[in-house]
């Protein structure tokens, strides 16, 4: 793990999308983060001394998903599948598929593996999954104000976390999207999928892909944009939080299913589609979903010793 030292900074962004707004001042306490995320050999070395099965490995409950489609109640997750050619980017079932069989040992699903990946990110896991894992390392999730300060690497003002170039003269900084999105992919970083944590250079604290190769559970629950400034330069939040939602949930009490925030981007964000591979960037994520590009990386909250 790498120590982060906290400290005062300007969290979000009042210049790209809507989410990320308003900018506004905040302060978070030191903390140790890992240096890199979650690994599948790190994942694998949980499941084999917890026994544990993750949330998309069971077939979903039908009792707690009324009016769900049949071929929708197996154990299943959403891999990225690139179209043949140019598709509306309105909708991206074009390119997201439901797959029966996916799961963080098969991340293309039936027939993958990770055999070869045991150092690249684990995906396929949920809220649940990834609570799971912090609280068998005796770690937690960041907060979202956390994972942004440290994404930052100690500057502000940047447009991304290296500097105000996507891509500057000595070469890429991230694994994220070269080409049209979602069917041409250049790959002209090295990678189409998925890379080996600390294939590109880590920030000035030390950490590996902050930035791209798999977005990042955080633990704070999505609120629309950042709460607006209701205080002076006096008195400065500290170790803000998002929005307010109960932390357990029933599927037939709501009708929609709450949402973490994640952070950091993924190798699927692109110039033309998306463009969260900055430190302000931020999503919603279901807490019963898992995608082949989201993964996590846990923190220690403490004194540095």
Known sequence: MVWIPGGTFTMGSNDHYAEEAPAH?????????????????????????????????VAPDASLYPGA????????????????????????????????????????????????????????????????????????????AEWEFAARGGHEGREFAWGDELLPAHGHQANIWQGEFPWQNLAADGFEGTSPVGSFPANEYGLYDMIGNVWEWTVDWYAPQHA???????????????????????????????????????????????????????????VDTSTSHLGFRCVIRGERT
């Open 69 to 144: 489609k049949k071929e929708m109640l197996t154990a299943a997750s959403v891999v990225f599948v690139k179209p043949s050619g140019p598709v509306d980017l309105r909708n991206p079932y074009q390119w997201w598929h439901y797959t029966p069989g996916a799961s963080w040992r098969y991340p293309q699903g039936p027939g993958s593996s990770i055999e070869d990946r045991m150092d690249h990110p684990v995906v396929h896991v949920t809220w649940k999954d990834v609570q799971a894992y912090a609280k068998w390392a005796g770690k937690k999730l960041p907060t979202e």
């Open 228 to 286: 607006e400034e209701k205080h002076k330069a006096c008195c400065i939040p500290k170790n803000p939080r998002g929005a307010a939602e109960a932390e357990s949930y029933d599927p037939r009490q709501t009708l929609q299913i709450p949402r973490k925030v994640m952070k950091g981007g993924s190798h699927l964000c692109a110039p033309n589609y998306c463009r969260r591979y900055r430190p302000s960037a931020r999503m919603a994520q279901p």
């Open 25 to 57: 001042r905040v302060k978070v306490d030191g903390f140790w983060m890992d240096r890199s995320p979650v690994t599948n050999k790190d994942f694998k070395n949980f499941v084999e001394d917890t026994g544990y099965v993750t949330f998309c490995e």
